[in-house]
């Protein structure tokens, strides 16, 4: 029995060395090639992981997809862009507000305040407006200073986009416009407004009824009767002032009604030919077709009239 167990004993191979020294001596021995492994250990590691097993805590497995690192990459650059674009608009903003405060600093500051005021009173007047903005006239405060105050309004409100102030700024800007324009114009074009604002009350020929009677009563006689006999004497009877009344120099004669309504109508034509054609359907290309078609409207109307005024007969 001891005779067979050392018999086994001795046939088992000795151990190897494990001194360093002597491990640095053995050689390497390569992979044979039909044991070379196919897969890095990156690769390896990524396909023993499992689906919901993150490979760093913290980090989700996302984070090792190279695809997915792309395009979190084009997403962060889409970001900075809408950031920056962001900014400019922003920056493109504020030097608009910057310039619509400038408008107003050559104009002295006491007089801007009663500018601003008035113009205050006229926004709350609300349907009193009409009133308030003729009392304005009559006291002489209607002024460009005034114009200029509801203008940057209205400009401030575009920049908004409040579509209700920008319809009531401008229908404001426009009244206070003619009002002013009304106080300073000729006779000829308080009468041509005048005329302009009867549309209103009547059809076309109604209307048109209408500015005769009154063109009748403004416009001086002018049959050689009239003009060698003064207004108010009485040719049968001989009776009435021979002296002729001393001339008012508001009184309009038609040559010169005439005269005037035909110099505007050439003027408001060059304007509107040169005017370029607006399309699209924003809002302000709709105003901007709207306020042409109105000017059309009225160019009509005033050729109406100056037909009216050459043809007119007592």
Known sequence: MEAKVLKRTCLLPPPLPTHPAVLA??????????????????SVLRRSMSKDEPLIDGL??????????????EKTKELHRRRQEEDEEEERKVQEYREIAMRLQGYPEEDLKKARRLVSSF????????????????????TELVLMVIWNRL?????????????SLDLLYRRVETEILKREATPAMRLL?????????????????????????TFPREDPFSILVPAGFDIDKHQGPLRPPLE????LLR?????????????????????????????????????????????????ALLDLAINLKW
């Open 60 to 73: 989700p497995k996302e984070y090792y997809d190279d695809e997915w690192q792309a395009r979190q990459r």
């Open 255 to 303: 040559v010169d009604f005439v005269r005037e309504v035909d110099a505007l109508l050439q003027e408001v034509r060059h304007e509107l030919s040169e005017a370029q054609d607006v399309h699209g359907f924003d809002p302000e290309s709709v105003a901007s077709r709207l306020k042409q078609q109105e000017k059309k409207q009225t160019i009509r109307q005033v050729e």
């Open 25 to 42: 001596r053995l050689p390497v021995l390569p992979f044979p090639s039909s044991s070379k492994p196919k897969y890095s250990s990156l």
């Open 155 to 167: 400009d401030l409100a575009r920049r908004d986009e409040e579509k209700d102030a920008i319809r």
């Open 248 to 251: 008012d120099d508001d009184t």
């Open 193 to 217: 407004n005048d005329l302009l604002n009867m549309h209103d009350e009547f059809g076309d020929e109604g209307w048109l009824k209408e500015c005769k009677k009154l063109m009748v009563d």
């Open 123 to 142: 926004i709350i007047a609300a349907e009193e407006v009409e009133e308030k903005i003729e009392e304005a006239a009559e006291r002489g405060e209607l």
